[in-house]
Structures are given as structure tokens and as C-alpha cells.
């Protein structure tokens, strides 16, 4: 059973920082492209960032590049998610996901949720300004 478990979220003052986590169990987490997802109240399931198997391919979304860096650690099974300079718009529910395959075809398939097959239960990261 797979299983993707997030941390790390909290409340952060804005232009902070929090790093979260998600420690994947299950899978063949070396052959899996990672991705973080987040929803805020009201608000679609949006795309954040991605990042293919060896971490040598990354994906952000326009409103978090250069403030937040997706990594991998392959061999703790964990994916990460840096946040910096943090914004009130950033509060959401981050949600960790992975994918059976170790990257995709097209650069555009790291943006969609419907290419993830497995989800985390989510971290609240709230930011006050």
C-alpha cells in the first residue's frame, strides 16, 4: 500500500520561510516523478512544483519560481519542498503526489494532477501578513 506522508507545514510570518517533506512508502520511490500540489479555500487544486526521478529535471509554477526549490533524497525515499520568501498567498493546503513512472513524455504532463496516482493527505501552511 502507498502510502505519501507530508510535514513541516505551520503558520509563518510572510517573507519567511518552511521546508516541508513527504516520506513516500510503498513504491518504487527512485522510479517515481514526485510533484507538490495546493489548494486553497475556495480554490482549485493547483500545481506548484515537480521533479523527475534522478532530480535532474524540475518544474514550478509561475508564482513560485525563485522562492521555492523542489529536491529529492532518493535514498530516505523523500521529497521536499523549500519555501522562501513566503507570501499570504501561498496559504493552502500542500499536498504531496506521486506518479508510476520516472518521468513523462511531455514537460507539460509535471503541471497536471491527473498524471499523479498517488496522493498525500496534505499540510496546512498558513502566512500571515
Known amino acids: 500500500q502507498v502510502q505519501l506522508v507530508e510535514s513541516g507545514g505551520g503558520l509563518v510570518q510572510a517573507g519567511g520561510s518552511l521546508r516541508l517533506s513527504c516520506a513516500a512508502s510503498g513504491l518504487t520511490f527512485s522510479n517515481s516523478v514526485m510533484g507538490w500540489f495546493r489548494q486553497a479555500p475556495g480554490k482549485e487544486r493547483e500545481f506548484v512544483a515537480a521533479?523527475?526521478?534522478?532530480?535532474?529535471?524540475?518544474y514550478y509554477a509561475d508564482s513560485v519560481k525563485g522562492r521555492f526549490t523542489i529536491s529529492r533524497d532518493n535514498a530516505k525515499n523523500t521529497v521536499y519542498l523549500q519555501m522562501n520568501s513566503l507570501k499570504s498567498e501561498d496559504t493552502a493546503v500542500y499536498y504531496c503526489?506521486?506518479?508510476?513512472?520516472?518521468?513523462?513524455?511531455?514537460?507539460?504532463?509535471?503541471?497536471?494532477?491527473?498524471?499523479?496516482?498517488?496522493w498525500g493527505q496534505g499540510t496546512q501552511v498558513t502566512v500571515s501578513s
Open positions: 521533479i523527475n526521478w534522478s532530480g535532474g529535471s524540475t
Open positions: 503526489a506521486a506518479a508510476k513512472t520516472y518521468m513523462f513524455r511531455s514537460g507539460s504532463d509535471y503541471f497536471r494532477h491527473d498524471e499523479y496516482d498517488y
